[in-house]
């Protein structure tokens, strides 16, 4: 059995056209423009229902993590007017998972897990006292899914195999702070809230520290939380059906390169 969402592609070619878009804010930036490397320590808690396979606990630690990542990456990109406070934010993450799982009756032997999230946002700075800034922004956080389940006919009747293909945009609004401590230290926390245009409701908040290694090199270390509940509408339990309701947690390091 195969679940397909309305065409991803399409969305995809939209979001491409809105960072071509927004390419000569980020192009014509001449101070804080930066691309970073970032992995996130990651756990994953709630429940999905995918078809007639209803309450799916999702509950990945770090370690398990770990041990089920197939392939995964993370990486964002912002830059700044050189002359005025707009300017574009962009990240994509992807990881590939594989790992055993159960519902309430113990009928999944495996499942497989490829999520993909892209944001694309619009930014306004704005200059606080003692360098501190506030970056106000709005865009939209797409997120794209493939998820497999190999089912035990013996407890769970029907088709042994589960493929479902599901992806979404949702708009966001937020802001993120950044608060200079030292000459090396920065203070960084942003939060944002959307939902609008796909899921019923999500939340992002992280809150972190900076540290400078060298005139253009930065360690970013800090705690992020992302909680998405999603539901596509389709028949309560049946084919079509696929909510994802969860919160992705931890500790995120990565590596910034500012030019």
């Given at each position: 059995?195969?679940?397909?969402?309305?065409?991803?592609?399409?969305?995809?070619?939209?979001?491409?056209?809105?960072?071509?878009?927004?390419?000569?804010?980020?192009?014509?930036?001449?101070?804080?423009?930066?691309?970073?490397?970032?992995?996130?320590?990651?756990?994953?808690?709630?429940?999905?229902?995918?078809?007639?396979?209803?309450?799916?606990?999702?509950?990945?630690?770090?370690?398990?993590?770990?041990?089920?990542?197939?392939?995964?990456?993370?990486?964002?990109?912002?830059?700044?007017?050189q002359d005025g406070p707009w300017g574009f934010m962009g990240d994509y993450s992807f990881m590939d998972l594989g790992f055993?799982?159960?519902?309430?009756?113990?009928?999944?032997?495996?499942?497989?897990?490829?999520?993909?999230?892209?944001?694309?946002?619009?930014?306004?700075?704005?200059?606080?006292?003692?360098?501190?800034?506030?970056?106000?922004?709005?865009?939209?956080?797409?997120?794209?899914?493939?998820?497999?389940?190999?089912?035990?006919?013996?407890?769970?009747?029907?088709?042994?195999?589960?493929?479902?293909?599901?992806?979404?945009?949702?708009?966001?609004?937020?802001?993120?702070?950044?608060?200079?401590?030292?000459?090396?230290?920065?203070?960084?926390?942003?939060?944002?809230?959307?939902?609008?245009t796909g899921a019923d409701f999500t939340f992002l908040g992280s809150v972190g520290f900076e540290y400078r290694l060298a005139?253009?090199?930065?360690?970013?270390?800090?705690?992020?939380?992302?909680?998405?509940?999603?539901?596509?509408?389709?028949?309560?339990?049946?084919?079509?059906?696929?909510?994802?309701?969860?919160?992705?947690?931890?500790?995120?390091?990565?590596?910034?390169?500012?030019?």
């Amino acid at each position: 059995m195969t679940l397909t969402s309305a065409p991803k592609f399409s969305r995809l070619a939209a979001l491409t056209l809105l960072c071509i878009g927004l390419l000569p804010i980020s192009l014509s930036a001449q101070r804080d423009r930066s691309l970073e490397a970032y992995m996130l320590a990651v756990s994953i808690k709630g429940d999905a229902s995918i078809g007639r396979v209803s309450g799916v606990p999702v509950d990945v630690v770090f370690g398990t993590f770990l041990e089920s990542l197939e392939i995964g990456g993370m990486i964002h990109y912002e830059g700044f007017q050189q002359d005025g406070p707009w300017g574009f934010m962009g990240d994509y993450s992807f990881m590939d998972l594989g790992f055993k799982g159960g519902n309430s009756r113990g009928g999944i032997i495996d499942a497989g897990l490829r999520q993909g999230i892209f944001e694309a946002m619009v930014a306004y700075r704005q200059e606080m006292a003692d360098d501190a800034t506030i970056d106000w922004f709005v865009g939209v956080r797409w997120w794209d899914f493939d998820v497999d389940l190999l089912l035990d006919p013996a407890i769970t009747p029907g088709n042994r195999q589960i493929s479902v293909t599901e992806d979404w945009v949702d708009t966001i609004v937020g802001g993120r702070a950044r608060i200079p401590m030292s000459d090396s230290w920065t203070f960084v926390g942003r939060l944002d809230l959307g939902g609008l245009t796909g899921a019923d409701f999500t939340f992002l908040g992280s809150v972190g520290f900076e540290y400078r290694l060298a005139p253009k090199w930065v360690l970013d270390v800090q705690y992020k939380a992302l909680w998405v509940d999603y539901d596509n509408d389709g028949p309560t339990g049946q084919v079509g059906d696929f909510t994802y309701d969860t919160v992705s947690h931890g500790p995120l390091i990565g590596i910034v390169y500012e030019f």
